[in-house]
């Protein structure tokens, strides 16, 4: 079995939170299972690589996710360019870990003023409120980062490159003067609400082929269902004891506001849930697709007395 845990190793500044918490599970899988690297894609490339969807530039999400919401991708490139809000620091423009809570006419107006501005050849769709897609006729060279992983970071690095970066990246900056001051904007402000200051560009790609699977998934989130739809998995509850592949990430949230109560809570539970999976399965992967590292157990090492456990957060450092 394999469980996908984003950002189960926190930064290091969170690490502090961990000394008195008790997690035997875990603590034990963590120290005496085999930790070895994995892809640091994030949560969305690592539960397509495991269900056979094959990279391009991006991982294909867009295309995958517009046919989930209604949408038909045809052979276009589809690039996710999602609402957002971005947090200007004192050092560094932050990404908020939030996403703004759109209504359905909110995200309508907001997309159709930027139509109305660009032209058909950049009009997103706002599918959901959430979800918004740009077609292009030509595929563009871009690489970019999915918002699981820019979330509560520094921009800067995470922005598109390749050789079209720049007319997106400017297409990007010209989007956030219009949103400065849309209408929308300014009742959201009013009210308390935040605003729709950018858009997150990510997930870029022609909808791809793929041999059905028949794993049994565990998953929540609308990105994580569409891709093991697309894949033919077949989805199963929480607990399922023979879930083949399960998607824990009540971790993600907490770390990237830097909630320490909610990062502690989270592990408790993912402790319980590991205890249960440890029961039932001779050997398991604990792999974090955030930070880009694998624990790999079996049941027997959690007898293996005569290895002594380090702290808690020593075991809970990406790079121990």
């Not at 001051?181 to 729709?196: F, M, S």
């Not at 050997?283 to 079996?298: E, F, K, M, T, W």
Request: a neutral charge; hydrophobic letters at 45%.
């Amino acid at each position: 079995m394999r469980i996908l845990v984003p950002h189960l190793f926190p930064p290091p500044p969170m690490l502090d939170a961990a000394k008195d918490l008790r997690l035997p599970a875990l603590h034990t899988v963590l120290a005496r299972g085999q930790r070895t690297p994995c892809p640091a894609a994030g949560v969305e490339a690592a539960l397509c690589e495991a269900l056979g969807i094959e990279r391009q530039q991006d991982w294909p999400v867009a295309p995958i996710t517009l046919e989930a919401d209604g949408g038909t991708a045809g052979d276009v490139y589809w690039l996710r360019v999602d609402p957002a809000h971005l947090r200007v620091m004192r050092d560094r423009i932050v990404l908020a870990p939030e996403l703004p809570a759109l209504s359905p006419d909110e995200a309508g107006a907001l997309a159709d003023s930027l139509g109305a501005h660009f032209g058909d050849a950049l009009r997103p769709m706002a599918l959901t409120p959430q979800r918004w897609y740009l077609p292009f006729a030509r595929p563009p060279t871009l690489i970019t980062t999915p918002r699981s992983l820019a979330a509560g970071r520094d921009i800067q690095p995470l922005l598109p490159h390749g050789e079209d970066a720049v007319r997106v990246r400017a297409w990007l900056n010209e989007v956030q003067m219009l949103l400065h001051d849309h209408p929308v904007n300014q009742a959201r402000e009013a009210r308390g609400i935040l605003p729709v200051n950018a858009l997150w560009p990510w997930g870029g790609g022609i909808l791809p082929t793929v041999a059905s699977q028949a794993l049994r998934v565990t998953c929540e989130a609308p990105e994580q269902l569409a891709i093991a739809r697309f894949a033919g998995a077949r989805l199963v509850a929480p607990g399922d004891p023979h879930a083949a592949l399960v998607v824990v990430d009540t971790l993600s949230a907490p770390v990237q506001a830097g909630d320490l109560s909610g990062w502690r809570e989270a592990l408790r539970q993912f402790d319980t849930q590991l205890a249960n999976l440890l029961r039932s399965h001779a050997q398991l992967s604990v792999i974090d697709p955030a930070h880009g590292v694998a624990c790999h157990a079996r049941r027997l090492d959690r007898w293996k007395f005569w290895q002594r456990l380090p702290p808690l957060d020593a075991a809970l450092r990406s790079d121990p």
